[in-house]
Every structure is written in structure tokens, then in C-alpha cells.
């Protein structure tokens, strides 16, 4: 079981990055999660880069195989002026025409006590993208601390389990089904 793990943030040292490094090291046995960490990297999205026949751009084509690797994506992002970051939305719209994203289980992390609408508006995104988002799955694991790393938080007998929890739901699911 793969789990693909995205961090809407571009901060070094931001809670969302923390929370999609710490799933890695709290793993249930059984699944590997892998994080990407090209959100900078992707060019802005324009339709004209990505016409059939045309050649793809490079990193939209790498995060693209990782998608249609993985059998779940784990997001955890922040609230930006009641929205999604900009870079991650970009990094959706490169995935909306794209044969590898339809159908794929996703699980939500809102790293925040006090955000609601990034998550909203995320979750409506996916849902019109046709990506499987089931409600048990989208979780708030709040980082009070936002000196909190990745290893901090695996560490957190609070937080490790919530992370923990919402893995283990991805990967109870089974292997992703190709057949959408």
C-alpha cells in the first residue's frame, strides 16, 4: 500500500509539512508513505503546455506517475486568507485533466485548531475532481507548537495515534482500484 503524502505548504518548517513527514515515520506496517515535496518546482498552470500530442512538463509528469503510483494521497495544508495556497491548488488544476487522479482515496489533515475554510474549499475541489473522499478520513490534528517537527509529533502519544489512525483507515481500504 503507497500513500503519497502532499504538504500544501512551502514553508521549511511549516505544521502540514511536519504532519506529512511525521505519517512517514508512524507508517502502519503494511504501507509505505512517501512524500513529494515538488509543490515549488510545478510551473503555473496554463492548458497550453498540456495539449494531447504535446510533450508534458517535466515535473507535472513526475508528480502525475506519483499519483497514479500511490494508491492514497495524505494532504495536510494550511489556511491562507480563508483558502487553499495557491501553490497547491496549481498543483490540482495540473491533475484535473490527468488519467491518474480519478477515483484515488484521499485522507485530509487540518493542521490548525482555528481553520475551516481552506479545508472546505480543498474537500469540495477534490470532490468535483472525482477523488474518493470519505469523511472518516478527513481529520484535525491541531500542532499548538509550531516548533513541532516531523519527529516531535511522531513522538506525540496525542497526535501519533490521530496520524496513526487516519493511515491505517487509508490502508484498511486496500490497494487502490485502477478500473475509474
Known sequence: MIILAISGSLRVSSSSSAIVHA???????????????????LPHFNPDLDREGDSTPSRVAELRRR?????????????????????????????????????????????????????????????????????????????LDHSMDAASIAADPVMSVALRDVLAALAARGPRSRDV
Open 23 to 41: 505519517a512517514a515515520l508512524v507508517a502502519p506496517s503494511g504501507a509505505t508513505v512517501s512524500v513529494w515535496d515538488g509543490l515549488d518546482t
Open 67 to 143: 499519483v497514479g503510483e500511490a494508491d492514497a494521497l495524505l494532504i495536510s495544508t494550511p489556511e491562507y486568507a480563508h483558502g487553499v495556497p495557491g501553490s497547491l491548488k496549481n498543483a490540482l488544476d495540473w491533475l484535473v485533466s490527468s488519467s491518474e487522479f480519478p477515483g484515488i482515496r484521499i485522507a485530509l489533515v487540518n493542521p490548525s485548531s482555528q481553520s475551516f475554510h481552506a479545508h472546505d474549499s480543498l474537500a469540495e475541489t477534490l470532490r468535483t475532481m472525482s477523488a474518493d473522499l470519505p469523511a472518516d478520513m478527513s481529520v484535525r490534528i491541531p500542532v
